[in-house]
């Protein structure tokens, strides 16, 4: 059975065409903020699953720094691991204290309890508790990593850039200080810094084997476009695309790398640039004027702009439209078109004739809707819809079901009774779309 579904694909590419010159992200932000607790290695030890979490200050995999002697103190650490792992944060906080009491030297549980005070914006706390770690333990990059992402929320560059520095004189071997370090000279637009720094981490990244690699590659690849080292850049970024294929700054870069030219492909420039407006990047006005529009004037007040075919991803909020001309075969799948307008109408007329390579197994009851008709062979759907605009989009969409045929399906788009455009796509592409 296909199930048709008339859309309006309300602000989905509006708020893109506000015309802002883009910026390169933090390199701080690619890896999200998550630390995990020191698990110590005492008897009775809380378990903990050896999964290393996304983060420039993994206490898990960085070990145990000064561990305690003081079986009471060990205790103590442990039940705070245990509750800090199942979000009792309070009760985490009281055991690490009693731990300390009992052993002023125990300078991991001063690492975790800074770490739940960082989490809940103590900042000041959270840095008195790791400087005292650093004191007793001035070789413990766990408190440095995680003193420079403080100094980082408080804004002090130079703080975070000394921790950054320190860590990789003490462990010349820890990736995090140079990817920490490539950071902040990829925000101060410090490119050929930010490049060698990336490449060193992801290059330790790899020897340790850490999933974390992929994160330095995203920096390499987005400090390599912003020094215009497109070739480069294309190669990087190309290689992590499937893992980052919904990441608006990857699919800028790209396309913005794709209009040099040394890689000049003005397709796949259109394409990543494109997606990289609906995944919320704000296009430069520059960019915009490259971009291929209808400019079909229909009477005196309809203009057709920009017009896409995509598939709908899901997300916690419905979904967000993405351009591609290859549909994965995939039931439940939905994928649409949209048109932009310029007019001052309340409401447009359209038509769309989908035909499809062989008939489906069913169209369902699509027909008992009063707008569409299937033809006598079966195999195109011809639907007229007059839509009320509430924002100037129309467009509509389909869900992809068991039975439909694989191979190339064609839409022909008819406004206002006058035909615009043919869209041809593929379903049945083994993967995501890309």
């Known amino acids: 059975m296909k199930n048709v579904r008339i859309i309006l694909l309300l602000g989905l590419l509006l708020a893109a065409c506000q015309a802002q010159e883009a910026v390169p992200p933090s390199g701080n932000a690619v890896s999200s903020e998550v630390e995990t607790p020191i698990s110590s290695g005492t008897a009775g030890a809380a378990t903990s699953a050896e999964v290393e979490q996304p983060t420039t200050t993994n206490q898990m995999t960085a070990g145990l720094v000064c561990d305690t002697l003081d079986e009471r103190a060990a205790g103590y650490f442990n039940r705070g691991v245990n509750l800090q792992t199942s979000g009792n944060i309070e009760g985490a906080k009281d055991l690490y204290l009693q731990a300390i009491d009992l052993d002023p030297g125990y300078c991991d549980a001063m690492d975790n309890l800074g ?15 790791y400087l005292r770690s650093i004191e007793l333990a001035p070789h413990n990059t766990v408190a440095r990593m995680n003193l420079a ?58 020897i340790q084997g850490s999933i974390w690699v992929r994160d330095a590659q995203y920096g390499l690849g987005i400090s390599l476009a912003s020094a215009e080292q497109c070739v480069e850049a294309v190669e990087v970024l190309g290689d992590i695309y499937d893992e980052f294929i919904y990441d608006a700054w990857v699919n800028y870069h790209l396309g913005y790398c794709y209009l040099d ?16 407006a609906f995944l919320g990047m704000e296009l430069p ?12 004037q229909i009477g005196d007040d309809l203009w057709l702009t920009y017009g896409y075919f995509g598939i709908i991803v899901p997300d916690d909020q419905g979904g967000f439209f993405f351009p591609t001309d290859e549909v994965p075969y995939r039931e439940g ?30 169209w369902g009851s699509i027909e008992a809707n009063g707008f569409t008709t299937i033809s006598e062979d079966g195999r ?11 924002e100037p989009v129309i467009g509509n969409s389909w869900i992809l079901e068991r039975g439909d045929p694989l191979g190339k399906h064609e839409m022909r788009i008819y406004v206002e009774g006058e035909y615009v455009t043919t869209i041809e796509f593929e379903v049945g592409y083994a993967g995501e779309s890309s």
Not at 161 to 186: H, T
Not at 333 to 362: C, D, K
Request: charged share 25%; with cysteine.
């Open 285 to 296: 006005e520059e960019v915009w004027e490259f971009l291929p529009r209808f400019d079909l």
């Open 380 to 390: 195109m759907a011809t639907t007229n819809v007059v839509t009320e605009l509430v």
């Open 149 to 206: 992402v403080a100094y980082s929320y408080q804004g002090k560059t130079d703080r975070e850039r000394e921790q950054y520095e320190l860590i990789i004189e003490i462990d010349p071997s820890n990736p995090e200080g140079y990817y920490g370090l490539a950071g902040i000279q990829m925000d101060e637009g410090h490119y050929p810094e930010a490049i060698s720094l990336y490449a060193e981490a992801a290059a330790l990244y790899e």
């Open 333 to 362: 799948i939905e994928y649409a078109w949209m048109i932009i307008l310029e007019t001052p109408r309340s409401s447009v007329s359209w038509m769309e004739e989908y035909q499809m390579p062989a008939p489906p197994q069913s």
């Open 115 to 129: 770490l739940l005070l960082r989490q809940q914006g103590n900042l000041e706390e959270a840095i008195e508790w």
């Open 261 to 276: 030219t040394c890689v000049s492909d003005p397709d796949l420039a259109e394409l990543y640039l494109i997606r990289s």
